[in-house]
């Protein structure tokens, strides 16, 4: 994932948790906010030390990276977006990180194919 999709700095990431609306499961929670500045989604991942060591936080963001690239073409081009990973997600594999993140995209409707027509 390029790094113009990611959110790097503590003032964004603050700005999507106190102007944005959440959805979580027991493995991922999701915040995300309209942002019109851009024309493509930008995404922060955060996942706690209380998860693992360096190399269990590493490989849960790369899956979840993977995934928003393989995504990339469904998601909502005009949000900003922050991934919190729960502790479960330390003993998931690639597919259910996968599964659990599409989950809460579907719920927020941040996914295209699940978007409600007005």
Partial sequence: MKKMYRIKKNEEFQHVFKKGKSFANRQLVIYFVRNNQYNHFRIGLSVSKKIGNAVV??????????????????????????????????????????????????????????????
Wanted: proline share 3%; net charge positive; aromatic share 8%.
């Fill in 57 to 118: 936080r590493n490989r849960i963001k790369r899956y979840l990276r993977q995934t928003f690239l393989e995504l990339k073409e469904e998601i909502d081009p005009a949000f900003d977006m922050v991934i919190i990973a729960r502790i479960p997600t330390k003993d998931m594999e690639y597919h259910g990180i996968k599964k659990s993140l599409m989950h809460v995209l579907s719920k927020t409707e941040l996914l295209k194919r699940y978007q409600k027509t007005k």
